[in-house]
């Protein structure tokens, strides 16, 4: 298997400050309930989780108040955020696979993929990019339905 890249993260806690980032992002705090709403775990689940995060100096937390990520945490987030990015464009637009099932594997994927495996999916993507027309020539090749993507994350 290969290396992951947050060492003493399991996916779980990588998920986790995932969501936290995004939660930051889109409602301007990450609330306990709104963790557990979008990983589709109990509260209990999610303090846990956070407890275990304060452990490692990624999240600032106490009881009954929304988490925010520490610099530390924040770093994380934002590589697994744009592993998952790019996995997911390269699903979707290369493998031509519907949005729900690419996103669904890399999520997966995002986890245990060496850092240099990423970066060539990365580059993969923006030579994506630059060539459409040969890409499409390749995907109606394979006869996948491609869907319509705009610019790629890398």
Known sequence: MAAKRSPGLG??????VEIILAL????????????????GVSKPSVTGALRALKAKGLVRYEPYAHATLTVAGRRIAAEVTRRHRVLKAFLTDVLALPEGEANAAACR??????????????????????NPRRIAEWVDGTGFTRPDRGSGPC
């Open 11 to 16: 996916e779980s806690l990588e998920d986790y």
């Open 24 to 39: 930051e992002r889109d409602e301007g705090m990450a609330r306990v309930g709104d963790i557990a709403a979008r990983f």
């Open 109 to 130: 994927m995002e986890h245990v993929l060496a850092p240099a495996v990423i970066d060539r999916f990365c580059a993969f993507a923006d030579f994506v990019q630059a």
